[in-house]
């Protein structure tokens, strides 16, 4: 395993040592007229010098190929030049920093955040070097914010820590799913070898059998068992990892929540024990309430997201239902839901797809398309399962739907793909943008009644209570 977690480390290296000369130029270049000239042709310099130096050893390492014993120690070299980048980087947040405008300490944050947000993909195989790798780059400014005492200083460094504690825990998540997957992928190779073997055994077999019918119908039966065995087994490695989302759900949901409503009240508490003519210290506690009460949130969003408790409690429709008037609910959109699949029966597999389609389809209308209205429709049609959410928002460009980097769209299609359909997203007829979700059913759904349910349409009262 350590040469195939090598390997992952190096896919992106390239494309990374790029981005890292690319970004320290465009930096040196908008801050040349604002710093000191040979401060920062230094700091120019040494990222430069660094990022050759991991190149080098990238290709070393490839022109070496190194024994499975020597891997570990090229492996090691490559993460400690990487994290000693990550220091230099993290120098410019103190180097920097106090020597510029506020819009260029933002702009320096944006391109130190956005590094450690790059370097995911690179080092999540290696969760603990990407962890320093992150606080080298982070925690300088990070700190220098912290201890201005400004009121605007102080909201960009909680900021800050609570953007570096996001990028962890998605390197942790992308590196538990990396070692899941290699596991599996070991796993694989050796029932595949088991199978090819046993496919070898039975063709000599049948052919010093030949004339005994009842022998080769025997091994033939056996070959049936061991294949059938490989789909079970695949199929329990699915359940288990679903299962394990769900328990870190409930988990993360009751653990969590726990702990942050006891700390609200011991925060109600104390501000209850402080004199009331400190009206800034009890200020203070009432801020850290709400952002309690905002974490509370975090935690039930962050549960929801890895596993839907209302579509394993209630079913997909009903499901649905409950999205788009939350949906409703928080952004004052008028809706109309039209469910053409009264008791359709889904393996969970789709029917989780479906949900996850339509969140993400909301949550980009929530977003960017300044709404007034939305439309919303499962349909059973010539066996396939159709969902549609149509806005009257602004619409989207061809290129928007084609950008690589729209995270959201891409994994809208890919869930999509995994079961056979598509996704396809155009300008409305009148205007707005259309989700067009298409899946095949693997299963023949059952449909208890031949009519359609009536049309639900509405508007949610708003949270401040407006109409």
Request: proline letters at 3%; a neutral charge; hydrophobic letters at 50%.
């Amino acid at each position: 395993m350590r040469s195939e977690l090598t390997q992952l480390l190096l896919a992106q290296a390239p494309v990374a040592l790029v981005v890292n000369v690319a970004l320290a130029s465009i930096l040196a270049w908008v801050l040349s007229d604002r710093m000191p000239g040979r401060m920062l042709a230094a700091w120019y310099g040494l990222v430069v010098f660094i990022t050759a130096v991991r190149a080098l050893l990238i290709l070393a390492y490839r022109k070496t190929m190194p024994s499975q014993a020597q891997v570990w120690v090229w492996r090691s070299l490559i993460l400690a030049m990487t994290i000693v980048s990550g220091i230099v980087w993290g120098s410019a947040g103190i180097l920097f920093t106090p020597k510029l405008s506020l819009e260029f300490q933002v702009l320096l944050a944006f391109v130190l955040g956005g590094m450690s947000a790059g370097a995911v993909p690179v080092l999540a195989s290696a969760f603990a070097a990407y962890a320093v790798y992150v606080a080298a780059v982070l925690v300088p400014i990070i700190a220098w914010f912290l201890t201005q005492w400004t009121e605007t200083y102080l909201a960009m460094g909680v900021m800050g820590l609570v953007y570096m504690a996001a990028l962890l825990t998605t390197a942790w998540n992308y590196h538990r799913q990396l070692a899941i997957s290699l596991t599996l992928g070991f796993e694989n190779a050796h029932l595949v070898s088991g199978l090819k073997y046993a496919k070898e055994i039975t063709e000599e077999t049948n052919r010093r059998l030949e004339a005994e019918v009842a022998e080769r119908a025997r091994v033939e039966q056996e070959i049936r068992r061991s294949r059938q065995s490989l789909r079970n087994l695949m199929a329990r490695l699915d359940k288990v990892r679903e299962e394990e989302r769900s328990a870190l759900s409930h988990e993360v949901h009751d653990e969590l929540g726990q702990l942050i409503a006891r700390l609200k009240m011991d925060l109600v508490w104390v501000g209850n024990q402080l004199p009331k003519e400190d009206r800034k210290s009890r200020d203070r506690v009432q801020e850290a309430v709400s952002l309690t009460e905002r974490a509370f949130d975090a935690v039930r969003q962050i549960s929801s997201r890895l596993r839907p408790a209302v579509l394993d409690d209630i079913g997909l429709e009903a499901a649905l239902e409950w999205q788009v008037k939350e949906f409703a609910a928080r952004t004052g959109c008028q809706f109309q839901l039209d469910l053409e699949t009264q008791d359709l029966d889904l393996e969970a597999e789709m029917a989780t797809a479906v949900f996850r389609i339509l969140q993400e389809a909301l949550t980009n209308v929530a977003r960017h398309a300044e709404a007034g209205h939305v439309r919303v429709r499962l349909a059973h049609v010539h066996d396939e399962l159709v969902l549609e959410v149509q806005d009257d928002g602004h619409g989207v460009a061809d290129h928007q739907v084609n950008d690589t980097q729209s995270l959201g769209l891409i994994g809208m299609r890919e869930r999509a793909v995994r079961l056979g359909g598509h996704v396809r997203i155009v300008q409305g007829e009148d205007g707005g943008t259309l989700v067009d979700a298409m899946l095949p059913l693997k299963r023949r759904a059952a449909l208890s009644r031949s009519c359609a349910p009536p049309t639900r349409t509405g508007k949610l009262p708003r949270a401040d209570g407006a109409s």
